[in-house]
C-alpha cells in the first residue's frame, strides 16, 4: 500500500492517477474505453498520456458530462469517441484493448454483472482495470469517517475487486491500494473538509479512505 502525504497537488489521490494513466501507457493500447468516466477530468489525462494513434471511447449514461466535446479539448492526443450508455448495455464498435472504470462499481446494485458486461468488450489478451475504494477505512484520530455511505450501494466495493476480476476470468489480477494521509492543515485534511464540511483540527491525524487498483489479462 502505498501512503501520500504531499501538498503539492488539489487531489490527494493524484498518485493513484499517475498509477493509473502509468499503467494504461504501459499496456500500448489502441483501442481503449473508460467505463462510467463522469465528468471526465480523468479521461482528459488518460487522453492526453496515451498516443495520437490510439482511441479512447468515453462512456456514461448522462450526456452533459461532454459538454464541451473531448475533441475541443486543445491538450487531447488520441481520438476520443464520446458514447452514452448504461454499463450493463455497453455496446462497444469493437473489441477493444483495455476497459477501465473508476468509481463506478461502488453506486451498482450488481457489480458482478457491470463487471461481466465491460469483459465481454475486451478481446483476449486484453485488460480490465478497475479502480474503486474502500469507503469504512476512512479515519480522524482513529476514528471513523462519516460520509453518507448509507446512500451507497456498495462502499467498501474495492475489497472485493479481485475477486470480481477472477469471476469474471481474469488469471491472476494485480493489486495496488492508496491510502492520503496527514495532519489537519495536510492536503488530506482540506480534502477532508471539502467533502464533509467538516474541518479537522489542524493537530488531528486524517487517513482518508483507501483507494484500490486491480487490473489483469482477459484470458
Not at 123 to 132: D, S, T
Not at 142 to 153: C, Q, R
Request: with cysteine; hydrophobic share 40%.
Amino acid at each position: 500500500m502505498e501512503t501520500n502525504t504531499g501538498d503539492d497537488s488539489s487531489d490527494p489521490y493524484a498518485q493513484a492517477t499517475d498509477h493509473l494513466l502509468d499503467l494504461l501507457v504501459s499496456l500500448n493500447p489502441h483501442l481503449v474505453a473508460d467505463v462510467g468516466c463522469g465528468d471526465a477530468g480523468v479521461t482528459f489525462d488518460v487522453a492526453q498520456a496515451l498516443p495520437s494513434d490510439t482511441i479512447l471511447y468515453a462512456i456514461d449514461h448522462d450526456p452533459t458530462v461532454f459538454d464541451p466535446p473531448f475533441n475541443e479539448h486543445t491538450k487531447v492526443h488520441c481520438t476520443v469517441t464520446t458514447l452514452v450508455q448504461e454499463v450493463n448495455e455497453l455496446t462497444l464498435p469493437t473489441e477493444v484493448d483495455v476497459i477501465f472504470s473508476r468509481f463506478l462499481l461502488l453506486n451498482l446494485p450488481a457489480p458482478l454483472a457491470a463487471v461481466e458486461r465491460m469483459r465481454h468488450w475486451v478481446r483476449p489478451g486484453g485488460h480490465l482495470v478497475l479502480m474503486e475504494p474502500i469507503t469504512s477505512t476512512g479515519r480522524v484520530e482513529g476514528h471513523p469517517l462519516s460520509v453518507g455511505t448509507d446512500e451507497i450501494a456498495n462502499p467498501d466495493i474495492g475489497l472485493r475487486l479481485y475477486e470480481l476480476l477472477t469471476n469474471v476470468g481474469v488469471n491472476e489480477p494485480s493489486i495496488a491500494a492508496f491510502t492520503p494521509v496527514g495532519l489537519g492543515e495536510s492536503l488530506a485534511g482540506r480534502y477532508l473538509a471539502a467533502m464533509t464540511g467538516v474541518d479537522p483540527d489542524p493537530t488531528s491525524f486524517v487517513s482518508l479512505p483507501t483507494l484500490v487498483l486491480a487490473w489483469g489479462q482477459v484470458q
